[in-house]
């Protein structure tokens, strides 16, 4: 349908640039009214850090620009132009340049308006609120901000659009992680309040991931998915945001118990299938790894069972789960966290097969208080799924703290090196043992084959594996 006569429409778009030299595009902010393009702006400011690679194709504009409409002057930012105070990698401040170019013209700056994709990230909303309102504390007019919603492979945009008055005070908010729409009065600033100003992280984190994996399996032309439970609080946490984001008639949950598979894990298994109402079917491997190791047996003649013998299990699985993908056009979702992640507690070609991996960048410690927040109305996640102590089942009696720290130590390392960027001597100085630190950052660097290999992730902390982090496998001047 065709907007009435007298209201623009500003969007996000590319622009192509003349001359031989220096990038072919811009990055733009345009209006269209009554079928016209009747202005552009260009985005000044380029990331080039983490997920964001802009000066790989755009050329920076060169200066602030104003937009009146309805007798009222906006500056006109685009994303990063507002984030000249934050990032400190900019020389240029386009919101100081868009006042001292009013103030030279005479002009009134009525508002500040800015058009973002800026992805989720846990705080980031509280970082946002935090930058834009001391912008509008500084300059003592209203802010306009509007982001994108949806997810675009491993990016999660959250939407949650805002106006703020001259004070720094949230007057509209839209809802986050979907599409939204908030009217404001420009007489008054005041404007619809569609979603709580404060929402909780847990709450955030798992609305982005829901909404991360509905989009991504619907815009990759898939329907529906299979995984496989285990019984553990990974794959349990997983079904469940499939089962959010898809409808449980959507999701195929498989557990595939090996001879090392407690009872308990297949009930558990069966319970959270049933408590989802998604399908559930159970395939026994031990057959198929008495096969494997009988075939293997004249080879490997001498040595004794080791981590092969627990891997082939979990790539038996992998193979299975990966049959079901292709025969009925399932997306298969891994279900590994990010502390496993880090470490390569995790097995290429088996339980790292498949599609997505909906929680590789969720550390242990979150995922236990994701599943807390998908009970908090009911027993989805079976009580005891939550509070057994984590276990691969590979061999008898096995532990996850068999070989690794206490997941909340070795979480915050994680972070500190992940997320924080410190080192070795910085880490141990806050209390950690050095010889653990050492292993610790050891495992990060031989593992990363591991993660080049893994498939994509839907990124929800500061740092995650994948596009923002680029190190080389070969790392042999670690020592």
Not at 21 to 49: D, M, T, W
Not at 203 to 209: E, K, M, P, Q, S
Not at 241 to 269: F, Q, T
Not at 399 to 416: A, C
Request: charged share 25%.
């Amino acid at each position: 349908p065709q907007l009435p006569a007298g209201i623009d429409v500003m969007f996000g778009c590319l622009e192509r640039r003349d001359g031989e030299h220096g990038k072919p595009l811009y990055n733009c902010l345009a209006v269209a009214r009554e079928g016209k393009i009747v202005y552009r702006a260009r985005k000044q400011l380029l990331p080039s850090y983490d997920v964001f690679d802009e000066t790989r194709y755009f050329e920076p504009g060169s200066t602030a620009d104003m937009y009146e409409v309805g007798g009222l002057s906006f500056g006109i930012t685009v994303c990063e132009d507002m984030w000249s105070e934050e990032v400190k990698l900019y020389e240029v401040d386009p919101v100081a340049d868009l006042f001292h170019q009013a103030r030279t013209r005479g002009v009134t700056v009525s508002g500040i308006i800015n058009i973002s994709a800026s992805p989720f990230q846990r705080d980031k909303e509280k970082i946002r609120k935090g930058i834009f309102s001391r912008i509008c504390s500084n300059y003592k007019v209203p802010f306009l901000y509007c982001n994108q919603v949806g997810g675009q492979d491993s990016l999660l945009f959250d939407g949650r659009s805002m106006v703020m008055d001259g004070a720094g005070a949230v007057v509209a908010q839209a809802r986050g992680f979907g599409e939204d729409m908030i009217v404001v009065d420009t007489d008054t600033w005041k404007g619809d309040i569609n979603e709580e100003v404060e929402v909780a992280e847990q709450a955030a984190v798992y609305r982005g991931l829901v909404m991360g994996v509905t989009d991504y399996v619907r815009k990759c032309g898939f329907s529906s998915v299979v995984l496989g439970l285990s019984g553990g609080i990974d794959s349990a946490l997983t079904a469940a945001i499939a089962a959010r984001a898809l409808g449980p008639e959507n999701v195929l949950g498989v557990a595939l118990p090996s001879p090392y598979s407690s009872p308990d894990s297949l009930e558990d298994a069966r319970q959270l299938a049933a408590n989802l109402g998604c399908r559930f079917e159970v395939i026994p491997i031990a057959e198929l790894f008495d096969t494997f190791r009988r075939n293997l047996a004249g080879l490997f003649a001498g040595r004794g069972e080791d981590l092969t013998e627990q891997n082939l299990q979990a790539r038996i699985r992998g193979n299975l789960l990966m049959a079901l993908s292709n025969k009925f056009g399932h997306l298969l979702l891994t279900t590994g966290n990010k502390s496993e992640m880090a470490v390569g507690y995790c097995t290429l070609y088996g339980d790292m097969s498949g599609g997505l991996a909906v929680i590789s960048d969720v550390p242990k410690q979150l995922v236990y208080e994701l599943a807390a927040y998908v009970n908090r109305e009911r027993e989805v996640i079976p009580v005891r799924t939550i509070s057994k102590a984590p276990t691969a089942e590979l061999k008898p009696d096995q532990r996850d703290q068999d070989d690794l720290p206490p997941y909340e130590v070795l979480d915050r390392i994680l972070e500190l090196h992940l997320e924080q960027g410190q080192g070795i001597e910085e880490i141990v100085a806050q209390g950690f043992a050095e010889p653990m630190v050492r292993d610790i950052l050891r495992r990060i660097r031989v593992n990363e084959y591991k993660r080049k290999q893994a498939p994509m992730g839907l990124k929800v902390t500061t740092k995650a594996f994948g596009y923002g982090r680029r190190y080389p496998n070969v790392q042999n001047f670690q020592g």
